[in-house]
């Protein structure tokens, strides 16, 4: 039987929200040279948060001028032990402030507070805490014997992961002595302004930090900026594209973390309890707002009536709602667009002949909402088993054999991600060699540790964040 959950929202009181937000450019918060401003909502209820500024060209000459100047005068020439300890400082005051971020970052994005909480802030914390411990270490990282910072580094991140993009950005660039420019989505400016605030905590010398808020072309204003010695972008495979193009016969250095379309193989020997849990979280953890998302499904026919049978019970237990309430699995979309193109996408799916379920599940009146929704009956040309969804919604096919497995998990033009489900060791090592993914997981999906690596193969992008390799792409 389902349980009734009595409600259990965690305090918005922790968070004090200002009614608008300047640029923070060397070391303080101005108005945009403009003076024009967006409003950042709350996807769960439509509600205004804050306004923030837009930047625009004379605030990224501003801004680009600050980092180059703080890179060359204060940061480029600090020792590597005296630039941890500021991003050690930084990790501690993440921590100290871990539950506002996270209840700021629920609101703003739309995500449960399960997930901001346990998952994205600690994260934060232990991605500031890793590159700390680099910094006075970089003659030992296999990078030479006196690696070099790239001087300026322009990043652009999206909304599915707002302040855990930025940590995945900033730390590396600021333990290698790189200064940076970043600019948050559109959507989710606010954490990055709190961060921003963290960095005035932390006495980090001015300039080292510009955050410039705004939206695509205030992303596109930076990113072809000529004073950038580097571009480091995630977000989807379009905007990369023309990012790449930009960049193209410039001296500028260019990372790209872009989009998937994983598998997640479950075999007929896998323990199939723990495979669903690991299908549930591969697909529905942060609304599937999820870039290494295992979006596709793909299942060993002997067993495949049993695994969906088993998924099904287990997703109509899933509670969709209030993202600040504790037993929330499922919460927001993060904008009325990013819901049109999974309605669109899903529609598509259906009138291509899959078979679409959803359990039955009270959708809030405000807001946007998408319930959990898996499609069987899925071949591998529907644009459901081809596109990115980035939403809740799971393809599930079907194979026979491993090499069919392998064959129809590398038909995609993606490479992020994939999982692979069984008891074998064998089998697992055999699957995950023939795997074009640049992640592959074993009897498990979606973790993530800043000691390990992660990017793409193909149109997922390159270049890898995290772990010792993530020090190369900010290094000379
Ligand atoms: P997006 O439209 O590409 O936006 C990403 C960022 O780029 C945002 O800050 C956006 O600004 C900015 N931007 C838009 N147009 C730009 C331009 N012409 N020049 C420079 N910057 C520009 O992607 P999204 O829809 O927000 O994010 C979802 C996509 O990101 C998905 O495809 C997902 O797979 C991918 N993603 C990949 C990873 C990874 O690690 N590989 C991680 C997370 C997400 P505004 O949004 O403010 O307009
Ligand atoms: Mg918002």
């Known amino acids: 039987m389902i349980f009734e959950y009595a409600p259990a929202p965690e305090s918005r009181s922790v968070v004090t929200l200002r009614e608008s937000y300047g640029l923070f450019i060397d070391g303080e918060f ?97 991605h500031f805490f890793y590159y700390a411990g680099w910094a006075d270490k970089l003659a030992h990282a296999g990078l030479g014997p006196d690696p070099k910072p790239l001087g300026v580094a322009a990043q652009v991140i999206p909304w599915n992961f707002p302040l855990l993009m930025l940590a995945w950005k900033i730390a590396p660039a600021l333990a290698t002595g ?38 695509g072309d205030t992303g596109r204003a930076l990113v072809e900026h000529p004073g950038v010695d580097k571009v480091a972008f995630t977000g989807s495979t379009e905007v990369g594209r023309q990012i790449a193009r930009s960049v193209a016969g410039t001296d500028k250095r260019l990372t790209l973390e872009l989009g998937g379309k994983g598998a997640n193989i479950v075999y007929e020997d896998a323990a199939i309890d ?49 993202p600040l309430d504790k037993n929330t699995d499922i919460g927001a979309i993060n904008s009325a667009a990013q819901l049109e193109r999974i309605r669109e996408l899903t529609e598509a799916g259906e009138a291509e ?38 939403g809740p919604v799971l393809s599930v096919l079907t194979f026979r054999t491993p090499d069919e497995a392998v064959v129809k998990a590398n038909n995609t033009p993606y490479g992020l991600s994939a999982g692979v489900w069984t008891e074998k060791g064998s089998r697992m090592l055999w699957t995950a060699e ?32 995290g772990g010792r390799h993530g020090l190369e792409a900010y290094v000379g």
């Open 30 to 126: 101005a108005p945009a040279a403009s003076g024009e401003n967006l409003t950042s909502l709350n996807p769960a209820d439509e509600t205004k948060l804050a306004q923030v500024a837009v930047a625009g060209p004379e605030d990224v000459e501003r801004a680009v001028a600050a980092a180059r100047r703080a890179q060359e005068t204060v940061w480029g020439r600090m020792s590597g032990a005296e630039r941890g300890k500021y991003l050690f400082r930084i990790a501690r005051i993440v921590q100290e402030r871990s539950r506002e971020l996270a209840v700021l970052e629920s609101l703003d994005n739309g995500k449960p507070i399960k997930e901001t909480r346990d998952v994205d802030l600690p994260l934060v914390a232990a």
């Open 178 to 215: 790189n200064t940076v420019v970043l600019k948050p989505a559109e959507t989710t400016p606010l954490t990055a302004l709190v961060f921003a605030e963290i960095c005035q905590e932390a006495d980090l010398p001015p300039g080292v930090v510009n955050i410039l808020t705004g939206a």
């Open 274 to 322: 723990q495979a669903v849990e690991g299908i549930v979280s591969g697909i529905f953890f942060n609304q599937g707002h999820v870039c290494c998302a295992g979006s596709r499904l793909l299942v060993q026919e002997s067993v495949a009536d049993e695994v969906l049978t088993r998924l099904k019970e287990r997703v109509a237990r899933l509670r969709l709602g209030d």
């Open 353 to 390: 002949g899959a078979q679409r379920w959803s359990p039955a599940c009270d959708i809030p009146e405000s807001g946007y909402w998408f319930a959990p929704t898996i499609f069987t009956g899925v071949s591998q040309a529907h644009r459901v088993a081809r596109e990115e969804i980035f």
């Open 434 to 465: 023939r795997l074009r993914a640049g992640v592959v997981w074993s009897n498990t999906f979606n973790k993530f540790d800043p000691t390990s690596p992660f990017g793409g193969y193909k149109e997922s992008g390159y270049g890898r964040e």
